[in-house]
């Protein structure tokens, strides 16, 4: 096989490509292309390309392959699909690989449609449950994450459809968390998140009257999915209500997961003025026994909210950390120490980080692990200028 290189400034047509491209013609066998050339294929090939490079010849598997996989590595631990053929075949030619199968340790999955149109409607019985039960490519990746990828044990599913496509969104998690409990994969980490990017577009194409999300409801039957589930995590964005979207699951998820010990609550504003919260649904769900660490991101310190939270859950909690959150007042932050030393008999370990109060200069930035961690809440003071005892 003979292989060319066609240079960015030669191409024609509306949009031209990032990199050289490199293409393959005739039937030339491997060995004609020069040795100088060999490290330009490897850069400028896509990763499926790369791997399949490898079943041409026996030259490629002691000269090309061992430069193809450096390249590889750095992308290997995080795999992403959009659960279409060609990114399950490519996730399927890694886990067939004894050299890489055992690297990816994460799964982020988007959807297919998410480079749509924002008018255009998809039917969630139609198209999607055609996509789980019809199309055997979605067997292989089951396959592939119980046998091959027995390292990935954690997920993210992305929700990013635009307004019109909520309710086949919907249904579409449905499947993704019928597919993880089906192939009893048994995740250790399961992530829902709203891309920052992606929250922009939304809210640029929906009225102030829209509601965002449909409820998303677990099966009942998805509880056997979760026994080693020990870390849930939700990304935020006070606009797009992702923690409103995924309430029932995520609530059933905290009560029933037998394993699950920690919840990462992020919200993608620093902002601390606030018309809601997207706390208000775990607030009002607890208590939850089995939780003890909790993660805050970006989360206003004075919502009633995450008091409400904090008070129903803080009996069993045994860390805490707040990051890159904000208040008005340093008089808020000490009403939070104060709840947390009241209602956190076993709490062991406090942890504050790039907190602070709005407009300051100086944010807070403070780690306390051991005993008597009450007398140090009790302390603990804030003022514009910094912490202070």
Not at 74 to 96: E, M
Not at 108 to 125: H, N
Not at 236 to 262: F, H, M, N, S, Y
Not at 347 to 371: A, H, K, M, V, W
């Amino acid at each position: 096989m003979e292989f060319y290189f066609l240079p960015v400034r030669k191409h024609f047509g509306p949009r031209k490509p990032k990199k050289p491209f490199v293409y393959a013609k005739g039937e030339a066998p491997f060995e004609k292309l020069l040795p100088e050339l060999w490290w330009e294929v490897v850069t400028y090939l896509p990763t499926n390309e790369m791997l399949a490079l490898r079943l041409i010849s026996k030259e490629m598997e002691g000269k090309i392959f061992t430069l193809a996989f450096k390249l590889i590595l750095p992308h290997l631990p995080t795999l992403h699909t959009k659960l279409t053929r060609s990114s399950i075949q490519k996730i399927h030619t890694i886990a067939s690989n004894p050299e890489l199968c055992h690297i990816p340790r994460a799964m982020r999955v988007v959807y297919p449609w998410r480079y749509l149109c924002p008018g255009e409607k998809l039917s969630a019985k139609s198209e999607f449950m055609q996509l789980s039960l019809k199309l055997p490519e979605i067997h292989t990746l089951m396959n592939d994450l119980k046998y091959s990828l027995t390292n990935c044990r954690s997920f993210e599913i992305c929700i990013e459809a635009t307004v019109t496509q909520i309710q086949a969104e919907s249904e579409y998690i449905n499947i993704l968390l019928q597919i993880l409990a089906e192939a009893d994969i048994n995740p250790e980490q399961l992530t829902f998140s709203v891309p920052p990017d992606r929250a922009k577009i939304l809210v640029g194409a929906s009225s102030s009257n829209d509601r965002l999300f449909f409820h998303i409801k677990e099966p009942c039957n998805m509880i056997r999915g979760w026994p080693n589930l020990h870390t849930l995590k939700i990304v935020d964005d006070e606009t797009i209500r992702c923690g409103e979207a995924v309430e029932p699951a995520v609530c059933q998820i905290l009560k029933e997961a037998p394993c699950l010990e920690r919840l990462i609550f992020s919200e993608s504003c620093k902002s601390p003025v606030r018309n809601r919260n997207s706390l208000s649904p775990l607030s009002k769900a607890g208590p939850f026994p089995r939780l003890k660490h909790l993660e805050l991101h970006s989360v206003a310190v004075h919502s009633v909210d995450l008091l409400r939270l904090l008070r129903v859950n803080g009996r069993y909690l045994l860390s805490v950390g707040f990051f890159d959150c904000w208040c008005h007042t340093p008089v808020r932050w000490e009403a939070l120490l104060w709840l947390m030393k009241a209602y956190m008999p076993r709490l062991n370990s406090f942890t504050l980080q790039q907190c602070g109060i709005d407009r300051s200069s100086r944010p807070y930035t403070y780690t306390y692990e051991g005993p008597d961690i009450g007398d140090i809440l009790g302390k603990l003071r804030f003022s514009l200028r910094g912490l202070y005892f």
